[in-house]
């Protein structure tokens, strides 16, 4: 029986296959396969919860779970879809509601971080091209919390993932065309609030956002 | 890696095309790059914020994901998380304590007797009843632990098959 002799493999005897061949061994129930799945793809999933959450411990949780719902709701994996679209979907449908649960509690501080976030601008103001990678970074983080949960799951999957609209659209249970208008969204506010940092691009983008 | 025409690799982003092979690795040139990440900034410096490097994850991160993700489907199957398994455990042996300690009290009053009315029974004529030995307390499988002097030992059973 092809189940037995699936469920007989060992982890070691997983690692040659593929990310379907996996994911087709979890639907059954494969504990084994699902250990090398979790072990290969808790890099990208932790790096993509650290981009959208900017936050390393909560970005673990969400990527734990990701894989305890993955097995949970193992049956529901449809194999049409890539198996990264399936992952990406519930981690970035977690990482979402940590997002809101987070601007929810949030919220009460927004004042007192916006002044501090105004003082540290007006410290540490430096043309943005000359700035470090760390610094890009921490731009992003602060600037991120200008984006809704969802304009923020767009931007990273579309514009560092590299993902194709669709494929965005399938992980965020939405249209394409809404992930066009997320996209478009979140480049106009990233665009305003680094224009409003760094004025010495305020000419240049503002032509590119009026054309 | 050679600095790239940015506008011709970005060109995907207008649509709806997926990134073409070898987007990560220009991202992370545009990172390093101080001309590239000048040349971007000028055009459009949305694509520098996409550009920050990737978190680090070690292996040792990785197996520590995997152990986790583990315990937690365990936890599940067994039906709940671990955390309530040891506190439902240690109320069990709350209330065998509890218990424990008030059966002799219980038993001194039953011995007593009427005092007379009025005046308070004479405790310390009274002769305490005997503790059963720590022994015969322990059911099979269970663990028990003793506390505390001569005077009033505390005695701690705890049974996790028990646990319902």
Same mark, same amino acid.
Request: aromatic share 6%; proline share 6%.
């Given at each position: 029986?092809?189940?037995?002799?699936?469920?007989?493999?060992?982890?070691?005897?997983?690692?040659?296959?593929?990310?379907?061949?996996?994911?087709?061994?979890?639907?059954?129930?494969?504990?084994?396969?699902?250990?090398?799945?979790?072990?290969?793809?808790?890099?990208?999933?932790?790096?993509?919860?650290?981009?959208?959450?900017?936050?390393?411990?909560?970005?673990?949780?969400?990527?734990?779970?990701?894989?305890?719902?993955?097995?949970?709701?193992?049956?529901?994996?449809?194999?049409?879809?890539?198996?990264?679209?399936?992952?990406?979907?519930?981690?970035?449908?977690?990482?979402?509601?940590?997002?809101?649960?987070?601007?929810?509690?949030?919220?009460?501080?927004?004042?007192?971080?916006?002044?501090?976030?105004?003082?540290?601008?007006?410290?540490?103001?430096?043309?943005?091209?000359?700035?470090?990678?760390?610094?890009?970074?921490?731009?992003?983080?602060?600037?991120?919390?200008?984006?809704?949960?969802?304009?923020? @799951?767009?931007? /990273? !999957? #579309?514009?560092?993932?590299?993902?194709?609209? +669709? =494929?965005? *659209?399938?992980? $965020? %249970?939405?249209?394409?065309?809404?992930?066009?208008?997320?996209?478009?969204? @979140?480049?106009? /506010? !990233? #665009?305003?609030?680094?224009?409003?940092?760094? +004025? =010495?691009? *305020?000419?240049? $983008? %503002?032509?590119?956002?009026?054309? | 890696?050679?600095?790239?025409?940015?506008?011709?690799?970005?060109?995907?982003?207008?649509?709806?095309?997926?990134?073409?092979?070898?987007?990560?690795?220009?991202?992370?040139?545009?990172?390093?790059?101080?001309?590239?990440?000048?040349?971007?900034?000028?055009?459009?410096?949305?694509?520098?914020?996409?550009?920050?490097?990737?978190?680090?994850?070690?292996?040792?991160?990785?197996?520590?994901?995997?152990?986790?993700?583990?315990?937690?489907?365990?936890?599940?199957?067994?039906?709940?998380?671990?955390?309530?398994?040891?506190?439902?455990?240690?109320?069990?042996?709350?209330?065998?304590?509890?218990?424990?300690?008030?059966?002799?009290?219980?038993?001194?009053?039953?011995?007593?007797?009427?005092?007379?009315?009025?005046?308070?029974?004479?405790?310390?004529?009274?002769?305490?009843?005997?503790?059963?030995?720590?022994?015969?307390?322990?059911?099979?499988?269970?663990?028990?632990?003793?506390?505390?002097?001569?005077?009033?030992?505390?005695?701690?059973?705890?049974?996790?098959?028990?646990?319902?």
């Amino acid at each position: 029986m092809p189940h037995l002799a699936y469920s007989r493999r060992t982890a070691a005897s997983w690692d040659e296959a593929t990310d379907r061949e996996l994911l087709l061994a979890v639907r059954r129930g494969d504990e084994a396969a699902f250990d090398v799945l979790v072990r290969r793809k808790t890099r990208p999933l932790l790096q993509l919860a650290c981009r959208m959450l900017g936050d390393r411990e909560e970005a673990r949780d969400v990527v734990q779970v990701t894989f305890l719902r993955a097995w949970n709701h193992r049956a529901s994996f449809n194999p049409r879809w890539s198996p990264n679209t399936w992952l990406y979907r519930i981690a970035t449908n977690l990482a979402i509601d940590q997002l809101r649960a987070r601007r929810s509690r949030e919220r009460a501080a927004d004042q007192v971080r916006g002044h501090l976030v105004r003082l540290a601008d007006a410290a540490g103001r430096r043309r943005l091209g000359r700035l470090t990678a760390g610094e890009v970074q921490r731009i992003l983080e602060e600037l991120a919390g200008e984006l809704s949960e969802r304009q923020r @799951a767009v931007f /990273v !999957l #579309r514009e560092v993932e590299g993902l194709a609209s +669709p =494929e965005v *659209a399938r992980i $965020l %249970g939405c249209k394409s065309s809404t992930v066009r208008n997320h996209l478009f969204a @979140a480049r106009q /506010v !990233l #665009r305003r609030e680094l224009v409003r940092r760094y +004025p =010495e691009y *305020a000419g240049r $983008l %503002g032509g590119e956002e009026g054309g | 890696m050679s600095c790239p025409d940015w506008r011709r690799l970005a060109a995907w982003r207008d649509d709806d095309r997926p990134a073409p092979a070898g987007w990560s690795g220009a991202l992370e040139h545009l990172a390093r790059c101080r001309d590239c990440r000048l040349q971007v900034a000028a055009w459009d410096p949305t694509l520098l914020l996409a550009a920050t490097p990737p978190a680090e994850v070690s292996d040792a991160e990785v197996a520590d994901v995997v152990t986790a993700v583990r315990a937690l489907r365990r936890a599940e199957a067994l039906g709940r998380p671990p955390a309530r398994r040891t506190a439902r455990a240690a109320l069990i042996a709350a209330a065998v304590v509890a218990g424990l300690l008030a059966a002799p009290a219980a038993l001194r009053w039953s011995e007593r007797g009427e005092a007379p009315a009025g005046r308070p029974p004479a405790v310390a004529t009274v002769e305490p009843a005997a503790s059963p030995p720590v022994e015969e307390l322990q059911p099979a499988g269970a663990r028990v632990y003793q506390f505390g002097g001569d005077e009033l030992p505390v005695v701690l059973i705890v049974d996790e098959t028990l646990d319902f």
